[in-house]
């Protein structure tokens, strides 16, 4: 009878235990395929693109194109952006399509004859802007892995761009944010200029009739052809760098991705001229050996150790990365175990670490913001993580109206001057400083996740600097504390960044006790700051093989699937 009992009890025992790790999704599942981006519009037309028979890649182009329309301050095809993929049969790769510095662009052009740095030069000028990127990227993945013809895939957002986008509240709200602006900047009559409200709708004429040239024409219509021709008379109106020999000459760049193993996962991440592989690597092999299922989600020891983890690897990102096509770039050694084990040997849990006692790793030998994010899933099982961006919202805000779109600025993502911090209070080095056609340091970080050899999640967010870091908590968030894809996209986020010395926490997100605790150890706590901490769109594959979103609540974000 005792035994009977016993049995009886373990076998309860266990189904609690079973019972415990089954996670309900909470997001939107679809049984076969999933878009989950920053615009219903651009979700439903990628998805749409599915239902054809298209694949990921040719929902890619639909989908970042549909955002240019319907996401103006970053979806876009005056910036740039890169892709990191998966194929069906576990085959990675990367596209880096981000701006490139002007073939005229030189390392002081932002600095005065005393050597400070210009206010406002390298962000609200059109010396601020790259040389685009966007529609190099779209072609090079339609060319090599596309499978419908350009022009079907192109006809539903050219159709949606005539038809026009419905303003939502967050649109109208962010509108009326810059809207004194883009009058200063392009005058009372530009398409962006006039007062929206909620409920009105914005048609894209010229940008529609800018994408029917670029179907009919191919490639060339951007880079060699009249849309060009126009792009550069109208940047060189407005005193710009840029001329038809940079875009002549603009090539997007098949990389191999960042990979790396967290316990049984294996993650494929962004590689430079990105930092957020390297930097998502070291900070995860960082907090590896620690017990964070143990520790408990946003505890005062789990902040801790991903605090100081974030310290040393933006140390490292502000040092030692840049353009590998221009610096050397210390990747083995920045991810090597035993450099990593000594970057967290003087870390405890008794007190905070100070950024001022903390620099970049010692390696022997060597010398040296609004973004938009979107992932896709297919039918077949091949997966896009893509990461789009015009640096700051609406870019330079300088817009074209005969094109029907803005310009970036993502000059302001090199180093200015050594030490003097961007847009996003990022620092950096030689390794970042400007040259010509040189690519610029950008911490975005699309990533996916293969859990057991299989397809895990597909991940990415805007945020500038706090893109990595929202990234690391939704991967966490997941695996480590058992949520479902949208609780894990929705829960509150932190963030540090080595300077400024300070955590910054979602507002009005975390409980005062455990805020007080962290700042009794000896860290900042920022609350007040009103940057969103990321906007994560997220795919999971369930147990079962459907397809859970995560789609952030913090804004528009919507997904699409069947």
């Given at each position: 009878?005792?035994?009977k009992i016993l049995l009886l009890l373990s076998v309860t025992i266990l189904s609690c235990k079973l019972t415990k790790?089954?996670?309900?999704?909470?997001?939107?599942?679809?049984?076969?395929?999933?878009v989950v981006s920053a615009r219903e519009e651009a979700s439903e037309i990628g998805a749409s693109i599915l239902k054809q028979g298209g694949n990921a890649f040719d929902?890619?182009?639909?989908?970042?194109?549909?955002?240019?329309?319907?996401?103006?301050?970053a979806g876009n095809i005056g910036g740039g952006g890169f892709m990191v993929y998966r194929k069906a049969n576990g085959e990675t790769g990367a596209l880096d399509y981000r701006e490139k510095a002007p073939l005229a662009a030189t390392r002081d052009m932002f600095l005065d004859h005393d050597g400070n740095v210009i206010k406002g030069k390298s962000t609200a000028s059109a010396f601020a802007s790259g040389v685009p990127g966007t529609l190099?990227?779209?072609?090079?993945?339609?060319?090599?892995?596309?499978?419908l013809p350009l022009k079907q895939i192109m006809a539903p957002v050219i159709a949606l761009a005539r038809r026009g986008i419905v303003i939502s509240q967050n649109q109208a709200e962010s509108l009326a944010a810059y809207r004194a602006t883009f009058i200063k900047v392009n005058g009372q009559n530009s398409l962006f200029s006039q007062d929206y409200k909620v409920g009105d709708t914005i048609k894209h004429v010229a940008l529609a009739n800018t994408f029917q040239r670029i179907a009919d024409n191919g490639r060339d219509e951007f880079y060699k052809g009249q849309t060009a021709e126009k792009l550069i008379a109208f940047l060189s109106a407005k005193g710009g760098l840029m001329t038809i020999k940079d875009l002549n000459s603009y090539e997007a760049k098949w990389r191999s991705p960042i990979t790396f193993n967290y316990k049984n996962l294996k993650i494929t991440s962004m590689s430079p001229p990105s930092s957020g592989g390297i930097c998502l690597s070291q900070i995860m092999k960082m907090i590896e050996p620690y017990d964070l299922a143990e520790m408990g989600h946003n505890s005062v020891e789990t902040i801790q150790l991903i605090t100081e983890a974030e310290r040393r690897a933006y140390a490292d990102r502000n040092s030692y990365l840049g353009d590998p096509d221009f610096v050397k770039i210390p990747v083995k050694e920045l991810m090597d175990s035993l450099y990593i084990k000594n970057r967290m040997s003087d870390f405890t849990f008794e007190r905070a670490s100070k950024s001022s006692d903390i620099s970049k790793g010692k390696i022997a030998g060597y010398e040296s913001t609004e973004t938009?994010?979107?992932?896709?899933?297919?039918?077949?099982?091949?997966?896009?993580?893509?990461?789009?961006?015009?640096?700051?919202?609406?870019?330079?805000?300088?817009y074209c109206d005969e094109l029907g779109f803005f310009l970036n600025n993502q000059m302001d993502d090199f180093s200015a001057k050594p030490g003097v911090p961007n847009l996003y209070g990022l620092t950096g080095t030689e390794a970042n400083s400007i040259d010509p056609q040189k690519r610029m340091l950008s911490s975005m970080t699309p990533t996916i996740v293969d859990k057991d050899n299989k397809l895990f999640m597909v991940v990415g967010t805007p945020g500038g600097s706090t893109i990595i870091t929202s990234v690391l908590q939704t991967i966490l968030n997941v695996y480590e504390f058992n949520m479902s894809m949208?609780?894990?996209?929705?829960a509150p986020r932190f963030h540090h960044q080595w300077l400024p010395d300070e955590i910054n926490f979602e507002p009005n997100s975390f409980d005062k006790k455990t805020l007080d605790t962290i700042s009794h150890k000896g860290y900042k706590v920022n609350e007040k700051s009103k940057e969103i901490i990321g906007q994560v769109n997220a795919i999971l594959v369930l147990p079962n093989k459907k397809l859970e979103a995560g789609a952030d609540k913090r804004r528009d974000n919507a997904a699409s699937g069947f």
């Open positions: 009878m005792v035994k790790d089954i996670v309900i999704p909470t997001g939107a599942v679809h049984d076969h395929a999933m929902a890619m182009v639909a989908t970042e194109l549909a955002l240019a329309v319907s996401y103006p301050q190099a990227g779209l072609f090079a993945v339609h060319n090599k892995y596309g499978t938009t994010h979107y992932s896709i899933v297919d039918p077949q099982g091949n997966a896009v993580s893509v990461t789009t961006t015009l640096n700051d919202n609406y870019g330079s805000k300088i949208q609780e894990a996209v929705d």
